[in-house]
């Protein structure tokens, strides 16, 4: 019985070869320096604005965010979000902490907490959309069953080898926005405190929980679900190219599926049903921050559920489907 490790093996050169994971690097190494200057621009503009007082910033965002609560024109949920970004930044003033300290570490967990929903998701999508629709558009599927190794064994080492490079995409954007926005912002912040464990009740804050962590250990914690999410989108995606023939196919069905989930985010608090989908559910790093949940109901602990029902379903309909259909034809 042939080993599973040379598939495995095998399957990593094929991905390294379709220089997909490269392009993803390229694409990083053009991005992230632009929201550096970008995220630097803002910086110089508010020092300038504010003559370098964090503090004097915070009290013009509480100022603006209370202001514009007697607006009309707002949403009820917007001006819901706005209350309780009001009483966090006023916790944050009370304790003395700048929230918003500029350094390589501070613009890293902000690019994650911005990425997590979409934008590492389409990332580890450009890996996994084609590791079985691309083989079987190519013909090279055929190939590879005709060999004496089941077919449970050839998914699972292609399964095995998109996790071994979602891991490397998580663990490349940690590294190369930390190295690139430390050339502007500095490499220190790892100690810098950051408060966490926000209780949403309503328009209320709980503060009674909330406790401060080393900006390090908050990194690690963001940096679990950022990997958790891309774990779940990585299956899912191996899912459609299963079931669909086509890799363009399966790139359009997981794009329109994440983008869905970016805009029912922002319009699903009426429908209750949607905390069910698992686009809804992608913004794990939002229950550190205390970023009240897109729909009534939804917790860390629910979206954790979620996102793993979907997961552990998606891995059972790519197995069944893959050792049962007639893949040759």
């Known amino acids: 019985m042939i080993n599973i490790l040379p598939l495995v093996r095998n399957e990593c050169l094929k991905i390294i070869k379709k220089k997909r994971f490269y392009v993803i690097l390229l694409i990083l190494a053009v ?6 200057y970008a995220q630097m621009r803002i910086s110089e503009r508010s020092r300038e604005k504010f003559h370098s007082d964090w503090r004097l910033e915070i009290q013009q965002q509480i100022s603006d965010n209370q202001n514009s609560l007697s607006s009309d024109r707002i949403p ?5 979000y706005r209350k309780i970004f009001v009483q966090q930044l006023q916790y944050y003033l009370k304790h003395n902490v ?3 300290e500029p350094s390589g570490v501070t613009f890293t967990r902000e690019f994650l ?3 997590v929903n979409l934008f590492i998701p389409l990332l580890i999508m450009a890996v996994a959309s084609d590791l079985v629709s691309g083989e079987r558009t190519s013909g090279t599927i055929k190939m590879l069953l005709t060999r004496p190794v089941k077919r449970w ?7 095995a080898a998109l996790l071994m490079f979602v891991s490397l995409i998580v663990l490349a954007v940690f590294v190369m926005c930390y190295l690139i926005s430390g ?3 500095g490499y220190k912040g790892f100690n810098i405190p950051v408060f966490t464990g926000f209780q949403i009740n309503g328009e209320n804050v709980d503060m009674s929980a909330v406790h401060s962590v080393p900006q390090w250990k908050y990194l690690l914690m963001q940096g679990g679900l ?8 990585a299956v899912l995606a191996f899912m459609v190219s299963v079931l669909v023939r086509s890799t363009a196919a399966s790139i359009v069905v ?21 905390k069910y989908l698992f686009m809804v559910n992608l913004e794990l790093t939002d229950y550190l921050a205390g970023t009240p949940a897109p729909i009534q109901g939804m917790s860390l602990p629910f979206s954790l559920s979620v996102l793993g029902i979907w997961g552990v379903l998606a891995i059972i309909i790519s197995f069944a489907v893959f050792t049962r259909r007639d893949i040759l034809n």
């Open 226 to 233: 950022v990997w958790f999410v891309s774990v779940i989108v």
């Open 76 to 80: 009820e949920e917007w001006k819901t």
């Open 153 to 159: 064994k050839v998914l699972l080492s292609k399964l």
């Open 254 to 274: 997981m794009m329109a599926a994440l983008i869905a989930g970016s805009i029912l985010s922002n319009m699903a608090s009426a429908w209750t049903t949607a």
């Open 98 to 100: 700048n929230p918003n």
């Open 31 to 36: 991005l992230v320096p632009m929201f550096t």
């Open 183 to 185: 050339l502007a912002f």
């Open 113 to 115: 907490d911005n990425s």
